[in-house]
Nanobody, 119 residues
């Protein structure tokens, strides 16, 4: 089993910054892509940013230039640095990882962390 635990959410004023972290724990696994999703009240969950095992990144258009995804493979951790936050960034942010345990690949989710941006 693999567990993903997020941290770093909170309340921040518009224009401020937050850094989310997500640590994967368990044994006998390797992590492929890791990504961050978010879900605002009444909306569908959307992909915010993705980082491959090799470090390639992609971003949702509304966060380009403001958010940066990174990972520390030695620590099985992915980060999301969020700058110039806007009220519309308010959502529950979820960490997601594609994990290989032997040959099979599995999808894991964290429990979510609330980000609230006040105007």
């Amino acid at each position: 089993q693999v567990q993903l635990v997020e941290s770093g959410g909170g309340l921040v004023q518009a224009g401020g910054s937050l850094r989310l972290s997500c640590v994967a724990s368990g044994s006998g696994f390797s992590i492929n892509a890791m990504d961050w999703y978010r879900q605002a009240p009444g909306k569908q969950r959307e992909l915010v940013a993705i980082i491959s095992s090799g470090g390639s990144t992609k971003y949702e258009d509304s966060v380009k230039g403001r958010f940066t995804i990174s990972r520390d493979n030695a620590k099985n951790t992915v980060y999301l640095q969020m700058n110039s936050l806007k009220p519309e960034d308010t959502a529950v942010y979820y960490c997601h990882a594609e994990v290989s345990i032997g040959r099979p690949t599995y999808s894991y989710w964290g429990q979510g962390t609330q980000v609230t941006v006040s105007s």
